[in-house]
């Protein structure tokens, strides 16, 4: 497999006369953590649906894990990772329950199971929860049991869509620490946030607007080039011009 | 495959999680088997006559109480004219008026012709057809009686000598109980597996199987497999109950009983997964296969009978797998039928079930 | 200032409607195609019920019994030259036969030597309706074949002289057609509500809604009032049909009949309101609606099975399905003509329902939020 973990060209996403994303270009590196921001309406989720093979792109190309997004969509699943905005785990099931499934979706073999599911509730501290509905845990932990369910058949690249979406500070902090865990093993992580602090901790950045990548560097090339204070200014100041807000 | 086993473990833990599914899913159709079956009987019986008698003759008397002792009809009530016998019927009370005019028993004793006026409520064509033909066959034989009496004629005649089969109580629970059942495991079928996935595309939870490498026909699979298991069960249960508070034992066999139905259930829940490729919302899922089901279980046969449809209808009614689902019911419980005579029936539901089934596997995209 | 705040929950709420395309379609296409196909397809007569026939006789008497058979629209005859009663026994299980009729020998001779005769009929009591209904009609063409033999003025008697009261050519439209839209009505109508506020629990924008200063009574009527619109729509669209393609003309007052229909939606409306309020979740809702709504309402209205036939327990239980009485409403006006005079206790007791359905929704809404 190549260096790149995921690479697009002109990819492109129309519904009728509506362009939700207008031709983008980019590459990202195995080991990466690289931040795709923009505003509401950007065409953030839309692009991530594109490299999950949630959604079949109008034009263009792009390659996830190397596969083809429209010949290899099935084989890309094996390799990813994804925690939506929307949903992540079955609130009706215990958390123990969750990681069992997903595990067995992922062909981990029931011994392999058995023991990743007990060192994954050890690990996020969640011994006394483990027969809790997730509905009923807070949603700091919710997230984070999201994503360690997520990666937890060892993804190349996991897709994170606004992970941190409501979430304290502390919480915050805390769930960094597993993204960067992941990471230093080689894990490409591909983000979406609100947060522009969380910005600072990327690799790199993209900025979408109106469909189409405004700004790609590291967050410090970013603050020079736009002679900026801070990622939140350099966004403002792009965002600023966009045309489409809200969906 | 190892994948269709988490599904189902998933499937069955989200389903007995949730109380009021549960209690819906077992109690109504048990309910519904116990009551409607007493409701729905056809015969005729306690017909509620008005008799305006313009005679008061003994012969008039004697006819109105003959109609009176047979069990068909029930004298309600004597006005003294034909408009307030009408009334009667308006408001309800009463359903055929007889009316006997003056100068009755002086003809009969002179072995004239007289005419008796029969008028029923017509709204419902059947029962004022039998009824009127019962009361002028009860009338026929009063006729009969009174010239025999007179030794004009010989008592004349063909008698009918009927025997029936089957069902020699001519009873109506037994008739409709087999029916009922297949109605309700038909709406079951139907519309649970369709709500349940429709339900995880509106939440979205959809979305996080469409994102993992479960293959579509798995997860197909793994939505069907729980419902039909609960079918089965709501059937067996259904048996119970009909052999418990009706008596209704399978003339036929059970084996195959369950075999059909095995196979009924695939194909009607290959309908409710066809239309949940179809609606983004439980509402319109709902409303989907509602239309769908009251069309099916109305032109089923089980209410109403096929032959008697005009031909357009009863080719809707040769497409509707319910129609076969209450024939089979019908003959194998009450008749005994074997397995030959119900081939053309499981043929049919294999069809459907295919047709709906590689439908709904083609539309269910999991990449849109 | 508070009609103004209603006036937008209602606008809102027919928002919501339109915009769903699909259901749209099912709302004003469903009752349409329903009526116009059971109107024309259902009937309780039975017709063309296949018989096999045994002729040991072969004179004139049962052969021209037989040819009356065969030229009645009741039955569909197959003559068979014997039948053992295994065999007819494997005829009804097949599926083949209804009814079974054997002409003894010398039936002719008999009945002009002795006056006497008899033919016998098996049938398939299976179906105990077809059962006695075929036998009733076989009886009947007997009579009607002696009677024609006796040269009519010959045998002296009673004679019988019919008249059909409504529906003097005993079309079943008339039973059924007033019997289906109180159904069709009814359940589209509550599944119509019964999802409403259920669904907006669901996704928690009920709670925005009961932050506003509206009172929560405003809420939950604004919900019923695009359906109701609707429904009324549907009514004129099933009465019109029913006039002009179904022949089933309106004997009474249009304008009544219109009225006591409303009357009977917002009846169903309510109930469907109250389960939605009841209801925790949206397929709870819906279920108890579809499976648990359905088959009762068809039965208990009275027009599939006469309510005199049932047990009494049950015929005191159909007082309490609202389509019941709506379906008498209907069939007095429709059928018989009648006026308000004969339907105001129907009208009276379909508002106190209303009534009773509505304030029980209102209480568990209110305590719900408590």
């Given at each position: 497999?190549?260096?790149?973990?995921?690479?697009?060209?002109?990819?492109?996403?129309?519904?009728?006369?509506?362009?939700?994303?207008?031709?983008?270009?980019?590459?990202?590196?195995?080991?990466?953590?690289?931040?795709?921001?923009?505003?509401?309406?950007?065409?953030?989720?839309?692009?991530?649906?594109?490299?999950?093979?949630?959604?079949?792109?109008?034009?263009?190309?792009?390659?996830?894990a190397?596969?083809?997004?429209?010949?290899?969509?099935?084989?890309?699943?094996w390799h990813i990772g994804?925690?939506?905005?929307?949903?992540?785990?079955?609130?009706?099931?215990?958390?123990?329950?969750?990681?069992?499934?997903f595990g067995?979706?992922y062909g981990l073999?029931?011994?392999t199971l058995?023991?990743k599911?007990?060192e994954l509730?050890?690990?996020?501290?969640?011994?006394?929860?483990?027969?809790?509905?997730?509905?009923?845990?807070?949603?700091?932990?919710?997230?984070?049991?999201?994503f360690s369910v997520a990666v937890l058949h060892q993804p190349t690249i996991v897709?994170?869509?606004?992970?941190?979406?409501?979430?304290?500070?502390?919480?915050?902090?805390?769930?960094?620490?597993?993204?960067?865990q992941e990471a230093t093993k080689g894990m490409t992580?591909?983000?979406?946030?609100?947060?522009?602090?969380?910005?600072?901790?990327?690799?790199?950045?993209?900025?979408?607007?109106?469909?189409?990548?405004?700004?790609?560097?590291?967050?410090?090339?970013?603050?020079?080039?736009?002679?900026?204070?801070?990622?939140?200014?350099?966004?403002?100041?792009?965002?600023?011009?966009?045309?489409?807000?809200?969906? | 495959?190892?994948?269709?086993?988490?599904?189902?473990?998933?499937?069955?833990?989200?389903?007995?999680?949730?109380?009021?599914?549960?209690?819906?899913?077992?109690?109504?159709?048990?309910?519904?088997?116990?009551?409607?079956?007493?409701?729905?009987?056809?015969?005729?019986?306690?017909?509620?006559?008005?008799?305006?008698?313009?005679?008061?003759?003994?012969?008039?008397?004697?006819?109105?109480?003959?109609?009176?002792?047979?069990?068909?009809?029930?004298?309600?009530?004597?006005?003294?004219?034909?408009?307030?016998?009408?009334?009667?019927?308006?408001?309800?009370?009463?359903?055929?008026?007889?009316?006997?005019?003056?100068?009755?028993?002086?003809?009969?004793?002179?072995?004239?012709?007289?005419?008796?006026?029969?008028?029923?409520?017509?709204?419902?064509?059947?029962?004022?057809?039998?009824?009127?033909?019962?009361?002028?066959?009860?009338?026929?034989?009063?006729?009969?009686?009174?010239?025999?009496?007179?030794?004009?004629?010989?008592?004349?005649?063909?008698?009918?000598?009927?025997?029936?089969?089957?069902?020699?109580?001519?009873?109506?629970?037994?008739?409709?109980?087999?029916?009922?059942?297949?109605?309700?495991?038909?709406?079951?079928?139907?519309?649970?597996?369709?709500?349940?996935?429709?339900?995880?595309?509106?939440?979205?939870?959809?979305?996080?199987?469409?994102?993992?490498?479960?293959?579509?026909?798995?997860?197909?699979?793994?939505?069907?497999?729980?419902?039909?298991?609960?079918?089965?069960?709501?059937?067996?249960?259904?048996?119970?109950?009909?052999?418990?508070?009706?008596?209704?034992?399978?003339?036929?066999?059970?084996?195959?009983?369950?075999?059909?139905?095995?196979?009924?259930?695939?194909?009607?829940?290959?309908?409710?997964?066809?239309?949940?490729?179809?609606?983004?919302?439980?509402?319109?899922?709902?409303?989907?296969?509602?239309?769908?089901?009251?069309?099916?279980?109305?032109?089923?046969?089980?209410?109403?009978?096929?032959?008697?449809?005009?031909?357009?209808?009863?080719?809707?009614?040769?497409?509707?797998?319910?129609?076969?689902?209450?024939?089979?019911?019908?003959?194998?419980?009450?008749?005994?039928?074997?397995?030959?005579?119900?081939?053309?029936?499981?043929?049919?539901?294999?069809?459907?079930?295919?047709?709906?089934?590689?439908?709904?596997?083609?539309?269910?995209?999991?990449?849109? | 200032?508070?009609?103004?705040?209603?006036?937008?929950?209602?606008?809102?709420?027919?928002?919501?409607?339109?915009?769903?395309?699909?259901?749209?379609?099912?709302?004003?296409?469903?009752?349409?195609?329903?009526?116009?196909?059971?109107?024309?397809?259902?009937?309780?007569?039975?017709?063309?019920?296949?018989?096999?026939?045994?002729?040991?006789?072969?004179?004139?008497?049962?052969?021209?019994?037989?040819?009356?058979?065969?030229?009645?629209?009741?039955?569909?005859?197959?003559?068979?030259?014997?039948?053992?009663?295994?065999?007819?026994?494997?005829?009804?299980?097949?599926?083949?036969?209804?009814?079974?009729?054997?002409?003894?020998?010398?039936?002719?001779?008999?009945?002009?030597?002795?006056?006497?005769?008899?033919?016998?009929?098996?049938?398939?009591?299976?179906?105990?309706?077809?059962?006695?209904?075929?036998?009733?009609?076989?009886?009947?063409?007997?009579?009607?074949?002696?009677?024609?033999?006796?040269?009519?003025?010959?045998?002296?008697?009673?004679?019988?002289?019919?008249?059909?009261?409504?529906?003097?050519?005993?079309?079943?439209?008339?039973?059924?057609?007033?019997?289906?839209?109180?159904?069709?009505?009814?359940?589209?109508?509550?599944?119509?509500?019964?999802?409403?506020?259920?669904?907006?629990?669901?996704?928690?924008?009920?709670?925005?809604?009961?932050?506003?200063?509206?009172?929560?009574?405003?809420?939950?009527?604004?919900?019923?009032?695009?359906?109701?619109?609707?429904?009324?729509?549907?009514?004129?669209?099933?009465?019109?049909?029913?006039?002009?393609?179904?022949?089933?003309?309106?004997?009474?007052?249009?304008?009544?009949?219109?009225?006591?229909?409303?009357?009977?939606?917002?009846?169903?409306?309510?109930?469907?309101?109250?389960?939605?309020?009841?209801?925790?979740?949206?397929?709870?809702?819906?279920?108890?609606?579809?499976?648990?709504?359905?088959?009762?309402?068809?039965?208990?209205?009275?027009?599939?099975?006469?309510?005199?036939?049932?047990?009494?327990?049950?015929?005191?239980?159909?007082?309490?399905?609202?389509?019941?009485?709506?379906?008498?409403?209907?069939?007095?006006?429709?059928?018989?003509?009648?006026?308000?005079?004969?339907?105001?206790?129907?009208?009276?007791?379909?508002?106190?329902?209303?009534?009773?359905?509505?304030?029980?929704?209102?209480?568990?809404?209110?305590?719900?939020?408590?």
């Amino acid at each position: 497999m190549n260096d790149r973990a995921i690479w697009t060209q002109d990819l492109t996403k129309r519904f009728g006369d509506f362009y939700a994303v207008r031709g983008i270009s980019f590459e990202v590196s195995r080991g990466e953590i690289f931040g795709f921001l923009g505003a509401n309406g950007a065409g953030k989720t839309t692009a991530i649906r594109m490299l999950t093979g949630l959604t079949r792109p109008s034009s263009g190309h792009a390659q996830v894990a190397g596969f083809d997004v429209y010949r290899e969509a099935e084989k890309i699943k094996w390799h990813i990772g994804y925690m939506s905005q929307r949903f992540s785990l079955y609130e009706d099931l215990t958390v123990a329950e969750n990681i069992w499934f997903f595990g067995g979706i992922y062909g981990l073999p029931t011994r392999t199971l058995s023991a990743k599911r007990e060192e994954l509730i050890a690990l996020l501290g969640l011994e006394g929860e483990r027969n809790k509905l997730v509905r009923d845990l807070p949603l700091g932990w919710r997230q984070k049991l999201a994503f360690s369910v997520a990666v937890l058949h060892q993804p190349t690249i996991v897709f994170l869509d606004e992970p941190t979406g409501g979430v304290d500070p502390l919480t915050r902090r805390q769930f960094w620490d597993l993204i960067y865990q992941e990471a230093t093993k080689g894990m490409t992580i591909f983000v979406t946030t609100h947060y522009m602090d969380e910005a600072e901790y990327c690799n790199r950045v993209s900025i979408m607007v109106d469909g189409s990548i405004a700004a790609l560097d590291s967050p410090v090339a970013l603050r020079e080039q736009f002679n900026a204070a801070s990622m939140d200014e350099v966004f403002y100041l792009l965002a600023r011009q966009a045309r489409r807000t809200e969906h | 495959m190892r994948t269709v086993w988490f599904l189902l473990i998933k499937e069955f833990r989200q389903i007995f999680r949730n109380p009021t599914l549960v209690r819906i899913i077992f109690l109504v159709p048990v309910m519904q088997l116990l009551i409607l079956p007493l409701a729905a009987d056809y015969e005729i019986r306690n017909i509620t006559l008005a008799v305006v008698d313009h005679d008061r003759s003994s012969a008039s008397r004697e006819l109105v109480s003959k109609i009176a002792a047979s069990t068909y009809f029930l004298v309600a009530s004597a006005p003294a004219t034909y408009a307030s016998a009408l009334r009667s019927v308006e408001e309800g009370d009463c359903d055929i008026i007889l009316e006997i005019p003056h100068g009755f028993g002086r003809e009969l004793a002179r072995d004239q012709n007289t005419t008796v006026m029969i008028a029923a409520n017509a709204i419902n064509g059947v029962k004022a057809g039998l009824g009127s033909s019962y009361l002028g066959a009860i009338i026929n034989e009063f006729s009969g009686g009174v010239l025999v009496q007179h030794r004009k004629v010989r008592r004349e005649g063909i008698v009918v000598m009927s025997v029936n089969w089957f069902n020699p109580q001519m009873n109506y629970a037994l008739f409709m109980v087999p029916g009922i059942l297949a109605v309700l495991v038909t709406m079951m079928g139907s519309y649970m597996a369709a709500l349940n996935i429709v339900r995880e595309k509106e939440t979205g939870t959809i979305e996080q199987v469409n994102v993992t490498p479960i293959r579509k026909h798995h997860f197909i699979l793994g939505k069907l497999i729980p419902f039909w298991i609960l079918g089965m069960v709501v059937f067996t249960i259904g048996l119970i109950v009909g052999r418990i508070a009706y008596g209704v034992v399978p003339e036929g066999s059970v084996v195959l009983l369950y075999g059909f139905v095995a196979l009924f259930l695939l194909s009607i829940m290959g309908l409710g997964l066809l239309i949940s490729t179809y609606a983004a919302t439980q509402q319109q899922a709902m409303f989907i296969s509602f239309f769908f089901i009251m069309i099916f279980i109305l032109l089923s046969g089980l209410f109403t009978s096929i032959e008697s449809m005009p031909a357009w209808a009863q080719v809707i009614s040769r497409m509707n797998p319910v129609t076969y689902f209450v024939e089979v019911m019908r003959m194998v419980i009450l008749k005994g039928s074997s397995a030959l005579d119900i081939l053309p029936q499981a043929g049919a539901v294999l069809i459907f079930g295919v047709v709906f089934t590689l439908w709904a596997v083609m539309n269910y995209r999991k990449t849109s | 200032m508070r009609r103004s705040r209603f006036y937008n929950l209602v606008r809102k709420e027919f928002a919501h409607v339109f915009r769903d395309r699909k259901t749209l379609l099912i709302l004003f296409g469903m009752p349409v195609v329903q009526i116009i196909i059971f109107g024309f397809a259902l009937t309780n007569e039975v017709r063309d019920a296949s018989v096999l026939i045994v002729d040991h006789a072969r004179d004139e008497v049962s052969r021209a019994i037989v040819e009356k058979m065969r030229a009645s629209e009741y039955f569909d005859v197959e003559e068979v030259a014997a039948l053992r009663d295994d065999e007819v026994r494997r005829a009804f299980q097949s599926g083949r036969a209804r009814l079974a009729v054997v002409f003894p020998p010398r039936l002719g001779t008999d009945l002009q030597h002795f006056g006497n005769g008899s033919v016998q009929i098996i049938a398939d009591a299976s179906d105990p309706n077809s059962a006695q209904t075929l036998t009733s009609y076989f009886t009947q063409l007997l009579i009607d074949y002696q009677r024609h033999l006796s040269g009519g003025t010959l045998v002296k008697g009673i004679r019988t002289e019919v008249k059909m009261l409504y529906n003097p050519r005993l079309e079943g439209a008339h039973n059924f057609v007033p019997g289906v839209m109180a159904l069709v009505l009814m359940i589209v109508c509550v599944l119509m509500t019964s999802v409403s506020i259920v669904r907006e629990k669901q996704t928690g924008t009920m709670e925005v809604l009961l932050v506003s200063p509206t009172r929560p009574e405003l809420v939950i009527l604004s919900k019923a009032v695009p359906y109701l619109l609707l429904s009324i729509v549907n009514i004129l669209s099933i009465l019109l049909l029913s006039v002009f393609v179904l022949n089933l003309p309106i004997a009474g007052n249009a304008g009544l009949l219109l009225m006591v229909s409303i009357v009977f939606i917002i009846t169903s409306l309510s109930l469907g309101l109250l389960i939605s309020v009841k209801a925790e979740t949206q397929e709870a809702a819906m279920l108890v609606a579809l499976l648990g709504m359905f088959l009762p309402t068809l039965l208990f209205s009275g027009f599939m099975f006469p309510i005199e036939n049932m047990p009494l327990a049950l015929q005191y239980f159909s007082n309490v399905v609202p389509a019941k009485w709506y379906y008498l409403a209907v069939q007095d006006i429709m059928l018989k003509g009648s006026g308000f005079r004969s339907i105001w206790q129907e009208v009276l007791i379909l508002s106190v329902m209303t009534l009773l359905f509505l304030v029980v929704s209102l209480k568990n809404f209110r305590t719900r939020l408590a």
